[in-house]
């Protein structure tokens, strides 16, 4: 089932898609032992999991197609694939979109990348509207992309930020996903901006659960995500506790969830950073919700 037909049964049911995000363990002994985390995430019922991409020069791609297709043929939920395009050519590209095509899997969330300095830029593809361009001529696939509430770093202003996303829907795009934010009101006012700028493809809040405060703080640097002063009051309160972090970290994330949903958000993306014990806690925190 592609990702668009998805929100319109829940739309028909009333309620939000829930979906999460995995990524491929580096290591090949925790590879062969992702089932458990797949299984643990699967019996919490997302309508469909996300699995991130490796850079250009990886085996992350093998990796990625290989547990798509294991959340789609053994458990029965419907994979989204990442795919980069900075460090690729269009030949490496539709090889990966003829593997996706042998393994049945139709949704791909298409990203220009990050920058790594230690893997040669290849230049098919400059953003990422040229790669939903050219994945419209490698297949039926259905088109996912991403977007920053807070706009992109490297974006000059937010006006030029908005635009730049238009041109991704315009070129193929029919959903997104946004990059993770902490306070609700930045998602409410991007949101609405998109609407007025006349795209009006359904749109996932992403929301990274609080584990502990450095790995926040350095997503934040990476995403340019600013804290709000209520939850920059958790991470000091508790940054020495690790289980109250935990806990308080938790309770702020469902709370975000809570007022996300309460706010008719067309879906909320969790970013579970493969802890399917943090995922089920939050599930069962809105249980009743989704």
């Known amino acids: 089932m592609k990702i668009p037909q998805i929100f319109e049964a829940k739309k028909k049911e009333g309620k939000p898609v829930l979906s999460f995000e995995i990524f491929p363990p ?19 019922h997302p309508d469909f999991i996300s699995v991130t991409f490796g850079a250009g020069g990886s085996t992350a791609n093998n990796k990625t197609v290989e547990i798509a297709r294991k959340i789609k043929n053994e458990y029965g939920i419907e994979p989204i694939v990442h795919l980069t395009c900075l460090h690729y050519n269009k030949d490496e590209i539709r090889s990966i979109l003829d593997q ?26 400059h953003y990422a509207n040229e790669l939903v361009e050219y994945i419209k001529t490698q297949g039926d696939f259905s088109i996912s992309g991403g977007c920053y509430p807070e706009k992109h ?12 996303l238009k041109r991704k829907v ?14 609700n009101e930045v998602f409410y006012d ?20 609080v584990t502990n405060r450095a790995q926040i703080e350095r997503m934040v640097t990476m995403c340019g995500a600013t804290l709000p002063v209520k939850f920059q009051k958790v991470l000091h309160k508790y940054e020495n506790n690790k289980e109250a972090l935990l806990d308080a970290g938790l309770a702020y994330t469902i709370n975000q969830i809570v007022d996300l949903i309460a706010s008719d958000v067309d ?12 995922a089920k806690r939050i599930c069962d925190g809105i249980r009743n919700l989704v």
């Open 153 to 164: 770093l490297e974006a000059p202003d937010a006006i030029t930020d908005i635009r730049n």
């Open 190 to 209: 991007f949101y609405e901006k998109t609407r007025i700028a006349g795209i009006d493809v359904p749109i996932d809040a992403g929301v990274m659960p």
């Open 26 to 44: 580096k290591k090949e002994a925790a590879l062969q032992n992702i089932d458990e985390t797949l299984s643990l995430l699967c019996d919490l």
């Open 267 to 278: 879906g909320v993306h969790i970013y579970t950073m493969n802890n399917p014990a943090v």
């Open 170 to 183: 315009d070129a193929g795009v029919d959903h997104l996903v946004s990059q993770l934010f902490f306070d």
């Open 100 to 125: 996706l095509k042998e393994a049945g899997i139709e949704n791909v969330l298409a990203l220009r990348g990050d920058m790594n300095p230690n893997i040669p830029v290849k230049h098919d593809f």
